[in-house]
């Protein structure tokens, strides 16, 4: 993920097609686990790590509390990863909701 810039694709919280809310946003993702949301003039940062939960790879992502970055904030299991593309998948413990988030290269 270090290499380039990416874009969310394709975010579903719950149900609810959110992926326009992250619209104009490039996503460069640092070897030292920080990453920037870059917006013309606006930088929006963050961390992410990655890891395993119960033999499943996962990228952990937290952004603070700023809207509508703070909905990333999660450890989202890596259902699909390639070169170009990642497609990541939290499922809530709260009220059992499944989120769906897709990282494409630009």
């Given at each position: 993920?270090?290499?380039?810039?990416?874009?969310?694709?394709?975010?579903?919280?719950?149900?609810?097609?959110?992926?326009?809310?992250?619209t104009g946003y490039s996503f460069q993702f640092n070897s030292n686990?920080?990453?920037?949301?870059?917006?013309?003039?606006?930088?929006?940062?963050?961390?992410?790590?990655?890891?395993?939960?119960?033999?499943?790879?996962?990228?952990?992502?937290?952004?603070?509390?700023?809207?509508?970055?703070?909905?990333?904030?999660?450890?989202?299991?890596?259902?699909?990863?390639?070169?170009?593309?990642?497609?990541?998948?939290h499922v809530s413990g709260g009220n059992g909701g499944t989120d769906?988030?897709?990282?494409?290269?630009?």
């Amino acid at each position: 993920m270090v290499s380039g810039s990416w874009r969310i694709t394709y975010f579903n919280d719950s149900g609810n097609d959110e992926t326009s809310h992250f619209t104009g946003y490039s996503f460069q993702f640092n070897s030292n686990n920080s990453v920037v949301a870059v917006n013309g003039s606006s930088n929006i940062n963050g961390t992410w790590s990655t890891g395993n939960d119960n033999s499943t790879s996962k990228l952990v992502l937290s952004f603070g509390n700023t809207p509508p970055f703070d909905d990333l904030n999660e450890d989202w299991h890596v259902t699909m990863q390639n070169s170009t593309l990642i497609k990541l998948q939290h499922v809530s413990g709260g009220n059992g909701g499944t989120d769906l988030l897709y990282f494409e290269k630009i």
